[in-house]
């Protein structure tokens, strides 16, 4: 089956598409590129890079309005830009009582929607955890407290969910997060790449959060029974990333060292 469509009257034959095409799917015949049905998995390296833009993948025919064109020679974001964010962004458990709207959760839905992923899959989906926080929590404690006696964070835990007295504002998962954040993928990257860019967008808009190590533990301790909380994901996936999230009411004034990075060269 041909994924690709090729205008012949735009291509001039200069074969950039079939240099690129990892799948070996395009020859050239008599100057034109021509879709020859190899095992084209829709990446768009061809028609991203095309001069002439002749090239249309099958799959995203109805999605034109994605397509725009950009100065290749011009870099959006600095780098000096780009590592001042980096260097403000902070992890934030304290948020107003206000909470995010769909809205904006569907343009934080982008850092995903232009993330990388293995072999062009486009399998990580998200969940918003928001009035059945109680539950998902419950839930969750039931999975990790295998755990506890590995973790006092878990044993903390436990403890407050049996206190009817307990501070709402001092969750020892949450802190002050009403709004949780998951990522299900079969694989792991997928996920936390989607996940950090969504962290980062989510800074650009004055939002703020935190990944929840205790929260993705359920899944290494048991997934399948983490995902009968979910019945609409496929429960061949996992859920590699938990983010909470929410809008800050603290203002970070100054960024703090890290430890140096180390890195290797061979
Ligand atoms: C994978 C991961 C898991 C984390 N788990 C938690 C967590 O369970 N609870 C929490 O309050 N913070 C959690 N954090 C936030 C870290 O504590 C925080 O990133 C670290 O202290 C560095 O601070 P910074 O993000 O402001 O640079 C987690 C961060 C990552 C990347």
């Not at 469509?5 to 100057?31: M, T």
């Not at 404690?141 to 049996?162: C, N, P, T």
Request: net charge negative; glycine share 4%.
């Amino acid at each position: 089956m041909k994924h690709l469509i090729i205008d012949e009257a735009k291509c001039i034959g200069c074969g950039l598409c079939k240099q690129v095409c990892i799948r070996d799917n395009i020859e050239i015949v008599d100057g034109k590129a021509v879709d020859i049905e190899s095992n084209c998995f829709d990446c768009g390296q061809c028609s991203t890079l095309c001069p002439t833009n002749a090239i249309t993948i099958k799959a995203y025919d109805n999605d034109n309005e994605e397509i725009e064109d950009y100065n290749p020679d011009s870099i959006p974001v600095s780098y000096d830009d780009m590592l001042q964010f980096y260097k403000q962004r902070r992890t934030c458990r304290w948020f107003k009582d206000e909470k995010i709207s769909q809205e904006t959760f569907d343009k934080l839905m982008k850092g995903a929607y232009y993330s990388p992923n293995r072999q062009n899959i486009q399998d990580v989906e998200f969940v918003v955890v928001d009035e059945k926080m109680p539950e998902f929590i419950d839930h969750i404690y039931s999975i990790i407290s295998a755990k506890e006696d590995e973790f006092f964070r878990i044993k903390q835990v436990g403890e407050y969910l049996r206190d009817e007295n307990h501070d709402p504002k001092r969750h020892p998962l949450l802190w002050e997060g009403q709004q949780l954040l998951l990522a299900f993928s079969e694989n792991k990257t997928d996920a936390v790449i989607a996940m950090t860019r969504i962290e980062l967008l989510a800074y650009s808009l004055g939002l703020g959060g935190f990944h929840s190590l205790f929260i993705g533990m359920a899944d290494e301790v048991d997934n399948k029974e983490l995902m009968k909380f979910f019945p609409e994901i496929d429960s061949a996936k996992h859920m590699y990333a938990a983010f909470v999230i929410g809008i800050p009411r603290v203002k970070y004034r100054r960024t703090r060292p890290h430890k140096e990075i180390k890195l290797h060269y061979m």
